[in-house]
């Protein structure tokens, strides 16, 4: 069996110069890891490729939706996270920038957590079904084709595969390598985080707290060790 996620540093070595694979994916966050457990558990020989390592923090909302849950029972991990301390969340807030407020039960509770906790449960899931994760790894080119299969190189890096799978999300030099039509662009819209402490986040018990305002929205939740988590999304002239 691999090691675990948690253990996995750079593994740039002169035997993995020379292998070959059925899949490599490039990133292994939620995509990539839930996309490699998927294909190891149906018997493809899977690489994943990720330049960071975890585990590490992540811009998100930590805010697992309703809709998650089933996947996240597909992936086995779900009681993980449960176990990992997830925070339950069972109300909702919106706020408006004059401070009217509007608060409700949700369909049904969700859970909260922050994605270095889950983004290392998922890559863990991936190389418990036989995936390989290999951490400190940046690809820097692609080549070939479907019907030759791929080469990836990167420093200490040649793997050929068959098929390659790319879940590193926007923004990565590999998108201006293979013209994606976005790159270069300047992003619509600014997202940042912060996790904070203090009494006050026993206010955000069982709540997530959105706040509505001219040109994006702030949202408040706890995740695991009572942490608040304080996300945005806001276009550039705000933020």
């Not at 339950?88 to 807030?93: N, Y």
């Not at 998922?122 to 995936?131: E, K």
């Not at 998108?175 to 986040?201: E, N, S």
């Amino acid at each position: 069996m691999s090691p675990r996620a948690s253990e996995l540093g750079s593994v740039a070595t002169d035997d993995a110069t020379k292998e070959e694979t059925d899949v490599a994916i490039i990133g292994g966050s939620l995509a990539g890891s839930a996309a490699a457990a998927a294909l190891a558990r149906g018997g493809a020989h899977v690489v994943v490729l990720e330049k960071a390592r975890f585990p590490r923090p992540r811009m998100c909302g930590e805010f697992l939706a309703g809709s998650a849950r089933p996947h996240l029972e597909r992936l086995g991990i779900l009681q993980a996270i449960i176990d990992a301390g997830a925070e339950t969340i069972e109300r909702f807030s919106v706020v408006r920038q004059d401070g009217r407020c509007v608060e409700a039960p949700l369909p049904a509770p969700v859970l909260s957590i922050s994605r270095q906790t889950l983004d290392t449960l998922v890559s863990r899931a991936a190389v418990d079904v036989g995936a390989q994760a290999r951490f400190g790894v940046t690809v820097l080119s692609i080549d070939g084709s479907l019907e030759d299969g791929f080469l990836l190189s990167g420093p200490g890096l040649r793997l050929r595969a068959r098929v390659v799978v790319g879940a590193w999300g926007r923004y990565s030099p590999l998108d201006g390598k293979l013209g994606r039509a976005f790159f270069g662009t300047p992003a619509p819209l600014f997202g940042f985080k912060k996790h904070l402490v203090g009494p006050g986040a026993d206010r955000l018990l069982n709540r997530v707290v959105l706040h509505l305002f001219p040109g994006g929205y702030l949202g408040l939740s706890r995740v695991e060790g009572g942490i608040v988590n304080l996300a945005a999304l806001v276009q550039p002239r705000v933020a």
